[in-house]
């Protein structure tokens, strides 16, 4: 079907596209900075123009997908999938398959670091381990975005930002597409001051309506496992490092925050990915089994890879005896993935976040500082 909009020149489209290709063309789209109706009128245009028939693509769970073509395109192509014996579904699907092999990224550009700071456990100091390896790539000049993507809103008091109340436009609606959503993202995030940051480290804050972002997900029309990726992908362009603060969570927010650390087409091992602070006890343990069956479960379901980067043993302290002792061995010893950095139990974390100071511009000689730097390291 179609209908005119209010301007007559263009009219929509509306059809079904599988969730890969819906989330392959937004991304690509806003990495060349085009609009997703140029895309796919640039697709529909070079596959019309085709003289061979072209290879079928799977189309088996495509969901809704509409955009918005110029006056009479959508007519003539549906005239062309009948010529061609293909549905409208298969003949857009391969259309914008199409664009996407003849547009692939910009060749010189560095695609953006994702990592995911996650565990199912609370209390593993995931909010610090998060903050300070974003301070950390930002002191040695990088530009980072840290995402605080938990609903207790952790990450953003400790730094001394407000949580987005409920109902204003936040990462949530961004991902839910509501209709109140207005403004760019980066429109939202807030840079953190500190001579060492040089206006490079930036915080996407909390919003307290993110305590329904599951329920929001259950509904939502669209690959919810994609919902992440598509709301920040307008805003990668402007930074070398994002880093995502995770709940401990084994819903629907978490399998898309799990998928936006996948590493891409193209990208390089390594560069993209988990990284898991854990503390030297048997609870950690159990919660890391969690987080590897989840991985597992999406990596299958969705035949990607998402890597796990390495561990981050925290809030260490040997005088706690064999089991700390025996702990810190047994994460060592697993190898794969490896042990970044072991982060002590001191005071300088609780002191920075009593005075809502970033750890490496309160105490940047302490050694939880140079342990944050010494993942950084292990991440290059």
Same mark, same amino acid.
């Given at each position: 079907?179609?209908?005119p ?12 596209l ?13 990495q ?20 061979e ?11 809704s ?11 003539s192509?549906?005239?062309d ?25 910009n060749?010189d ?15 593993v ?10 301070q ?7 530009r ?41 993202l ?12 040089g ?18 997900l ?9 919902a992440?990726? %598509?709301? #920040? ?6 930074? &070398? ?9 084994? +819903? !629907? $927010?978490?399998?898309?925050?799990l ?19 854990v503390?030297?006890?048997d609870?950690?343990a159990q919660?890391?089994g969690?987080?590897?069956?989840q ?13 796990q ?8 302290d ?17 190898g794969?993935?490896?042990?970044l ?14 005075v809502? %100071?970033? #750890?490496?511009?309160?105490a940047?000689?302490? &050694? ?9 390291? +292990? !991440? $290059?």
């Amino acid at each position: 079907m179609s209908s005119p909009n209010p301007g007559g020149e263009r009219e929509k489209l509306v059809s079904k596209l599988p969730a890969h290709l819906r989330q392959a063309l937004k991304v690509r789209a806003a990495q060349l900075s085009i609009d997703v109706q140029d895309a796919v009128t640039g697709g529909i245009q070079t596959w019309q123009a085709q003289p061979e028939p072209l290879p079928q693509v799977e189309t088996a769970g495509a969901e809704s997908f509409g955009t918005w073509l110029p006056e009479g395109l959508y007519d003539s192509f549906k005239s062309d999938c009948r010529v061609r014996g293909v549905s409208y579904i298969q003949g857009l699907a391969q259309a914008v398959a199409l664009w996407l092999e003849q547009n692939p990224a910009n060749a010189d550009s560095r695609s953006v670091r994702r990592l995911v700071v996650c565990n199912q456990k609370g209390g593993v100091g995931k909010t610090a381990v998060s903050a300070g390896i974003a301070q950390a790539f930002a002191e040695q000049g990088s530009r980072v975005l840290l995402v605080d993507y938990d609903p207790q809103g952790h990450l953003s008091h400790q730094l001394g930002l407000k949580a987005i109340p409920a109902g204003q436009e936040s990462l949530v609606t961004h991902m839910l597409n509501r209709d109140d959503t207005k403004h760019p993202l980066i429109d939202l995030t807030v840079v953190i001051e500190g001579a060492r940051f040089g206006d490079r480290l930036r915080v996407l804050p909390a919003a307290f309506d993110a305590f329904l972002l599951d329920s929001g997900l259950t509904v939502f029309r669209g690959p919810r496992h994609a919902a992440l990726e %598509r709301a #920040l992908a307008s805003v990668e362009e402007h930074f &070398d490092v994002i880093v995502i603060d995770s709940p401990p969570s084994l +819903g !629907l $927010a978490m399998d898309a925050g799990l998928v936006y650390g996948r590493q891409r087409d193209g990208e390089k091992p390594g560069a993209s990915g988990l990284v898991i602070p854990v503390e030297a006890e048997d609870t950690s343990a159990q919660a890391y089994g969690m987080l590897i069956n989840q991985v597992g479960s999406l990596t299958r379901d969705y035949d990607i890879d998402v890597e796990q980067l390495g561990l981050v043993v925290n809030k260490y302290d040997s005088r706690r005896g064999f089991i700390a002792t025996s702990s810190l061995d047994k994460w060592k010893a697993l190898g794969t993935p490896p042990v970044l950095s072991v982060i002590p139990d001191v005071k300088e974390q609780r002191e920075a976040v009593r005075v809502q %100071r970033p #750890l490496l511009d309160y105490a940047p000689e302490s &050694d939880q500082a140079h342990g944050m730097r010494q993942i950084v390291r +292990g !991440l $290059a």
